[in-house]
């Protein structure tokens, strides 16, 4: 089946600091890429929709100049949390769905759990 | 709309069954989606169901009724790894046909 891989799987960094979170697809092209964030016992939000080749379009109040997403290949998106503050700290997971098989079903990253001191 | 509704918490005893009902609004519908999520991992899918009906899957079963917007899963023979969050979801065309998650229910499997 497909594979979404995510990394890193958690990363502690202090206020101010950018982190970057990859997100890979590894037996499928994805021309779309979700990227969701959750808090402790929330559910699932969607930040923003990653394209390949074009800009990233991002849901009501994400701010896009503090979540950047690059997705430069049709296997890769990133996310960087720029001058992250304890705020910030929360679970990001990424998704992909594969369309040329025509599977509807999301298929989700492990996970990076974001820790900001 | 796309709001989704399920119940918050629910607990259940070990061989048990359980149904875990979702009530959804959507102004387009594409399916409806049910995920099983355990702390801090993320989520697996379990079921997508876009004909009204029930769909069986091995001890997970899912029910769709796109008339009224209500969905369930049922879980049969409930064991102790199914202590879990159970999430309904469906795309949202709006966002790319991303999922639209429910807020889930925590699912606790007792002894």
């Known amino acids: 089946g497909a594979v979404v891989s995510q990394h890193p799987s958690w990363v502690i960094c202090k206020s101010g600091t950018s982190v970057k979170i990859e997100c890979r697809s590894l037996?499928?092209?994805?021309?779309?890429m979700f990227w969701y964030r959750q808090f402790p016992k929330q559910s699932l939000m969607l930040m923003a929709t990653?394209?390949?080749?074009?800009?990233?379009?991002?849901e009501q109040g994400v701010e896009k100049d503090k979540f950047l997403i690059n997705h430069a290949s049709l296997t890769l998106s990133t996310l960087t949390v720029t001058s992250a503050h304890p705020e910030d700290s929360s679970f990001y997971i990424c998704?992909?769905?594969?369309?040329?098989?025509?599977?509807?079903?999301?298929?989700f990253g492990s996970g990076t759990q974001l820790s900001v001191l | 709309g796309q709001n989704i509704d399920q119940p918050t918490e629910m607990t259940a005893t070990e061989g048990a069954i359980v149904q875990i009902n979702c009530t959804y609004q959507?102004?387009?519908?594409?399916?409806l989606f049910w995920y099983q999520q355990h702390a801090g991992e993320a989520p697996t899918f379990l079921s997508y169901n876009v004909l009204d009906g029930l769909e069986e899957k091995g001890r997970f079963s899912s029910f769709l009724s796109r008339s009224k917007g209500y969905s369930y899963l049922l879980l049969k023979e409930l064991q102790m790894k199914d202590s879990a969050s159970y999430l309904c979801?469906?795309?949202?065309?709006?966002?790319?046909?991303?999922?639209?998650f429910g807020k889930g229910t925590s699912l606790l499997v007792t002894p």
């Open positions: 990653s394209n390949e080749g074009s800009k990233a379009t991002y």
């Open positions: 959507t102004s387009g519908f594409n399916g």
């Open positions: 998704s992909a769905r594969d369309y040329i098989r025509g599977n509807e079903k999301l298929f």
């Open positions: 979801a469906h795309p949202n065309s709006n966002s790319g046909y991303a999922l639209n």
């Open positions: 037996d499928f092209q994805a021309t779309t």
